[in-house]
């Protein structure tokens, strides 16, 4: 059986959840009418923690196939190498800094300005870039 023909779909819908969430929904649900910040921010929790529990089944699923087809030790494997190290990272550190920081906004605090967005902004292109070379690399 060949696996890895079975990573690039995983790979490709795996672009298509990270893109269509972490650049769209994310900013869209502010301009919906009647969308607070608090309920915005309530949202977002909530859809991000799916997106880093979905991203994990891809992200397994991949490594699985691979590792099933023999093609873990290839030149190009770092392509998914990377994308997980940076899904780790925004599992461990970024979403649940994140989500303490929204929790503090949604009960009303006054935030100092924070980089945290701009590191899950800029891991996520990079995941992506990393994720669209990596399929492309397999056709």
């Known amino acids: 059986m060949n696996y890895e023909s079975y990573v690039i779909p995983v790979i490709f819908v795996w672009v298509g ?10 900013w869209l649900k502010f301009r919906a009418p009647g969308v607070t910040l608090p309920i915005g921010l309530s949202i977002g929790r ?3 923690k799916g997106l880093n529990s979905v991203e994990w089944v891809f992200g397994l699923a991949s490594f ?4 099933l087809g023999g093609g873990l030790g290839g030149s190009n494997s770092y392509l998914l190498y990377i994308p997980l190290l940076l899904l780790l990272l925004q599992t461990i550190w970024l979403l649940p800094a994140m989500n303490k920081r929204a929790e503090r906004a949604i009960a ?11 590191y899950y902004i800029g891991a996520e292109v990079l995941k992506l870039a990393l994720l669209v070379s990596f ?3 397999l056709l």
């Open 46 to 48: 909530l859809v991000f």
């Open 17 to 26: 959840f990270v893109s269509a969430i972490s650049f769209m929904e994310a």
């Open 64 to 67: 699985l196939l691979l590792f």
């Open 135 to 137: 399929g492309i690399s």
């Open 108 to 118: 009303g605090a006054e935030l100092p300005k924070s980089t945290l967005h701009f």
